[in-house]
């Protein structure tokens, strides 16, 4: 529920502010898709597609990211500077670490403006998550559902742009 509404939060402030243009970081993540959806077979049905793009998505980012940001950061710091200042850094940690998907190559500032406080506030959702219930599981569930949906919206308002 909570990952589903950051996932809105985000998708609707990139769409208020930028339309379906090229600094929209969800028209960017359908290129991206399509690009790495390029030696699939011309005759691949758009399910297909969906699902090779999207369970990596559902399975590798989310473990990983989960145990390193929502798992260790969160404790580690939190034992030095307190909670806040832990969910603060592991959120700001998480937000640079996505600027490598979209706004750097190239650079794009107007979408970096959008795209690094989006995932600095999906990065704060999911550590208040962990915190509320007192488990990394939760988040890393909230986190798949989170990727899940973002390539769905792709595919469903952008199947122009990715299913080329």
Not at 8 to 22: E, H, K, R, Y
Not at 42 to 63: C, E, G, M, W, Y
Request: aromatic residues 16%; hydrophobic residues 55%.
């Amino acid at each position: 529920m909570y990952a589903l509404a950051a996932l809105a939060v985000c998708v609707g402030t990139a769409w208020l502010i930028f339309g379906n243009s090229d600094d929209n970081w969800m028209v960017q993540h359908s290129l991206y898709l399509n690009e790495s959806l390029s030696q699939a077979p011309s005759n691949t049905t758009v399910f297909t597609r969906f699902t090779l793009v999207t369970f990596p998505a559902l399975i590798f980012s989310p473990f990983a990211e989960e145990l390193l940001y929502r798992g260790c950061m969160i404790s580690g710091f939190s034992k030095t500077w307190g909670v806040p200042v832990a969910l603060c850094i592991k959120a700001f940690a998480f937000a640079l670490v996505h600027l490598t998907h979209y706004g750097l190559n190239p650079v794009q500032p107007s979408l970096i403006a959008v795209w690094l406080p989006s995932m600095f506030f999906v990065a704060l959702v999911l550590g208040w998550i962990v915190l509320k219930n007192n488990s990394i599981w939760v988040a890393f569930l909230s986190h798949r559902f989170f990727n899940f949906r973002m390539n769905g919206l792709v595919f469903l308002f952008l199947p122009d742009l990715v299913c080329v």
